[in-house]
């Protein structure tokens, strides 16, 4: 099973800034099978890239995702007030199972 | 649009049985894969169960392989969870998701449902 670790736990930042979300899986993950979730409180989760660094439809282009191997990372060049939010990384590489990281927490600084 | 909306949820005792349903719409369900996932209160999101196509295989997480069956009707469709011997780490919200490509399921989830929500108390 791939474990997924992603940091920090919660970012605080401020609108306009730019935030670097990390995802660091126990083994590498091929053929890219790497996505990120949106997370708001009460509602289901909203994919945002998939195969590391491809948008999903409608997903904004200040969203981006880059990495290979073990790491990964999520990108917001400035970050809009819709953007604070949980973020999932999920591989879908070797499985099963799929597995998520822990999640991190982007709040209003 | 694209939709998959989650019932049967409630709360029910430790050791009984719940029966969850995803109704699709606006995409040839038959195509597709499907997954459950579930979040516990204040936790992330834990991968269930994912069924293929066509219904012919189906794997499961450890924690609930034994007690949790998922299946589908592609006739009416419309997924199913079937969760026996619930224990209270079962207590969560449950939901169905599509994968990003047809005629496959491990893939990333393109397709949420809004969720329903499982109690499992005494």
């Known amino acids: 099973e791939i474990v997924l670790t992603q940091s920090p736990g919660t970012l605080s930042l401020s609108p306009g800034e730019r935030a670097t979300l990390s995802c660091r899986a126990s083994?590498?993950?091929?053929?890219?099978?790497l996505a990120w979730h949106q997370q708001k409180p009460g509602q289901a989760p909203r994919l945002l890239i998939f195969?590391?660094?491809s948008r999903a439809t409608g997903i904004p282009d200040r969203f981006s995702g880059s990495g290979s191997g073990t790491d990964f990372t999520l990108t917001i060049s400035r970050l809009e007030p819709e953007d604070f939010a949980v973020y999932y990384c999920?591989?879908?590489?070797?499985?099963?199972?799929?597995?998520f990281g822990q999640g991190t927490r982007l709040e209003i600084k | 649009q694209v939709q998959l909306v989650e019932s049967g949820g409630g709360v029910v005792q430790p050791g009984r049985s719940l029966r969850l349903s995803c109704a699709a719409s606006?995409?040839?369900?038959?195509?597709?894969?499907m997954h459950w996932v579930r979040q516990a209160p204040g936790k992330g999101l834990e991968w269930v169960a994912v069924?293929?196509?066509?219904?012919?295989?189906?794997y499961y997480a450890d924690s609930v392989k034994g007690r949790f069956t998922i299946s589908r009707d592609n006739s009416k469709n419309t997924l199913y969870l079937q969760m026996n011997s619930l224990r209270a780490e079962d207590t969560a919200v449950y939901y169905c998701?599509?994968?990003?490509?047809?005629?496959?399921?491990?893939?990333?989830?393109?397709?949420w449902g809004k969720g329903t929500t499982v109690t499992v108390s005494s």
């Open positions: 606006a995409f040839t369900f038959s195509n597709y894969g």
């Open positions: 069924i293929s196509y066509g219904g012919d295989n189906e």
């Open positions: 083994q590498s993950v091929s053929n890219n099978y």
């Open positions: 999920q591989q879908y590489d070797t499985s099963p199972p799929i597995t």
């Open positions: 998701a599509r994968p990003g490509v047809p005629f496959g399921y491990y893939y990333y989830m393109d397709v």
């Open positions: 195969g590391v660094s």
